[in-house]
């Protein structure tokens, strides 16, 4: 791996002159330099304050590095203004460890959170003078691989990969570490690729099933976690209690493609946390997973976390239920100022078609609690476009806010988002609502603005969302202009133009309407190739189960019949309670 000394120097001549210098000084407390034969970069496609709180990075990097042979450093794409002076100076994207240019190391790694980050991965490789295309790479050029929940239809950009990692990353990456460095020439790198389970190589394979772990082992939680220099999104250690989610929500994309179920236990949880707090110093930490409070030994977890002294801990709220309130009650979670629910929908007939499994009674069971447990604000999050939603479902959300408001709380304020149909959920068979539909259901809700504050997210964001999420091979070349057209960090609200994507859309011809429409289970889907274990009859059946207002239960209590565990040959890991 050849070095450049010269960025070092470079950065010292230009950190004044831009916004938060400190994003981009690297070399922080625990991160790690070693000398190893094969080099890897993780970039994070997104700002530093945002990357540096992804926990797959954190295990990957910590995985990666306990390797004899393979080191991994890190880099994040730039805010404009730095973008602007590393071009005027000549300075590349670059590793936060070394000071490397990312393209001198062999493996680059890319981590697909979020679709609209698509234009800015390019724009990471543009930077690093990466050749965009993977048809364009030499053999001296890195291999581009990428991983993440957006990996599970990767066809929007699989023009620019070299290869999709889908699913678990713990073993497959060394996995791929170990065939990238077999390879000698770069189409012999990706024939072995190929070769590996959950790998998709868009040159070689033509379908693929994701990767699993059947466990989740201590050697796989980081407790050596980097300290950034400046304020991020999430500045607070973090340990993964759980994986998977067995609640069956048919919006939920990752709550379908992350099954089964696997949990930490209890005491496993104690001991990562209190390593963290040894070396970090950290006096918060987040309990990270999909649904916190179904985590079998949860109390069991909360009092033994309670041993540690001067710390903190956090959940991410998930579902309206009175547990969740206690338990952050109970680990000192959140300020006495503000607690967060999620609804999702006004009425409960709305809520059974999505399989929420919360009750109107449930939510007003939890808003009570946290009232008498001193909470002054609550935070709820609603969706608007749900499959079967009528206008009275809608203005159900405004009463359901007047209602919570008048329970005593001081402040309230409510989220609204526009749904978007996901890959390999029950309801990407669904239509996606467009803009001026959008609009006009969130009028309806315009009289509540008297009592709480109302945060609706733009429509247009939405239905770009859902193309570069549900579209094909097609929407390559609307992600490449996009890029082109500096449409980067579109995810930003100060960054967005949805005039220019619609232009776009346009001039390549995408039909949107077409894309976001109703499907059948006949109609093929650009992520059919895709196996995430769980069976398209399945996906139907809950689609149909959902226009009956019918439930599922959550598969703790019975095989709902997904497929994953049969095809996997593994089961939901549930703690036994401590005794």
């Not at 929940?149 to 570490?177: H, K, Q, S, Y």
């Not at 991020?232 to 179920?261: K, L, S, W």
């Not at 001193?374 to 709820?380: A, Q, S």
Request: aromatic share 10%.
């Amino acid at each position: 791996m050849k070095k450049d000394s010269n960025v070092l120097k470079k950065l010292v001549d230009i950190l004044d002159k831009v916004e938060k210098p400190s994003r981009y000084i690297g070399n922080e407390y625990n991160s790690v330099k070693k000398d190893a034969e094969l080099s890897m970069c993780l970039i994070f496609p997104d700002l530093y304050d945002v990357g540096m709180s992804h926990f797959g990075v954190k295990i990957l990097y910590d995985i990666v590095n306990k390797t004899d042979f393979a080191k991994c450093e890190r880099a994040y794409l730039p805010w404009p203004d730095m973008q602007k002076i590393m071009i005027d100076k000549g300075i590349p994207l670059y590793s936060y460890e070394t000071y490397t240019p990312v393209k001198a190391f062999d493996v680059i790694g890319f981590t697909l959170q979020y679709e609209m980050s698509y234009p800015n991965v390019l724009r990471a490789l543009r930077l690093g003078d990466i050749p965009i295309k993977s048809a364009h790479r030499s053999d001296e050029d890195p291999i581009v691989i990428a991983g993440g929940p957006c990996t599970f239809n990767p066809t929007p950009i699989e023009d620019f990969v070299d290869a999709f990692l889908i699913g678990d990353g713990e073993e497959a990456t060394t996995e791929m570490l170990v065939a990238i460095k077999k390879g000698r020439s770069r189409s012999e790198k990706l024939e072995f690729l190929s070769k590996i389970e959950g790998v998709y190589v868009p040159r070689y394979n033509n379908k693929v099933r994701k990767r699993i772990i059947s466990e989740m082992k201590m050697d796989w939680a980081p407790v050596d976690q980097i300290i950034p220099y400046t304020e991020i999104v999430h500045d607070r250690g973090v340990v993964e209690i759980m994986r998977g989610c067995t609640n069956g929500c048919r919006f939920c994309q990752a709550g379908m493609i992350y099954r089964p179920v696997r949990e930490r236990s209890a005491t496993e949880i104690y001991d990562v946390s209190k390593k963290i707090v040894e070396r970090t110093g950290y006096e918060e930490l987040g309990l990270l997973s999909l649904s916190s409070a179904d985590h079998s030994q949860i109390n069991d977890t909360v009092d033994l976390l309670k041993k540690i002294t001067d710390t903190s801990f956090s959940i991410p709220s998930t579902r309206a239920n009175a547990l969740t309130v206690e338990i952050a009650e109970a680990i000192g979670t959140i300020r006495k100022s503000g607690i967060t629910i999620a609804p999702e929908a006004g009425t409960q007939r709305l809520r059974n078609v999505i399989n929420k499994g919360i009750t109107e009674d449930d939510i007003f069971s939890a808003a009570k609690l946290a009232i008498e447990k001193g909470w002054k604000k609550i935070k709820l999050y609603f969706m608007i476009g749900l499959p079967t939603e009528t206008d009275e479902d809608v203005k159900a959300i405004g009463i359901l806010i007047d209602k919570i408001k008048r329970m005593g709380f001081h402040e309230i304020s409510a989220t609204i988002g526009v749904f978007v149909p996901k890959a390999h959920t029950p309801f990407q068979f669904e239509a996606q609502i467009m803009p001026d539909e959008a609009f006009r259901r969130f009028k309806l809700l315009n009289w509540t603005r008297r009592f709480a504050k109302l945060n609706f997210t733009d429509p247009y964001k939405a239905i770009i969302e859902g193309v570069l999420s549900r579209g094909g091979k097609a929407i390559g070349e609307v992600v490449e202009e996009a890029e082109k057209q500096d449409l980067i960090f579109a995810d930003w609200d100060e960054m967005f133009n949805p005039g220019k994507w619609m232009k776009i859309f346009e001039d390549k011809k995408i039909d949107l309407q077409k894309i976001m429409s109703a499907k059948s289970f006949k109609d093929p889907f650009p992520w059919d190739f895709v196996d995430s274990g769980i069976s398209k009859g399945f996906l139907w059946s809950e689609h149909l189960k959902s226009i009956k207002e019918r439930l599922t239960p959550d598969c703790r209590d019975g095989c709902t019949g997904c497929g994953v565990c049969q095809k996997f040959n593994v089961d939901n890991v549930i703690q036994e309670g401590i005794s």
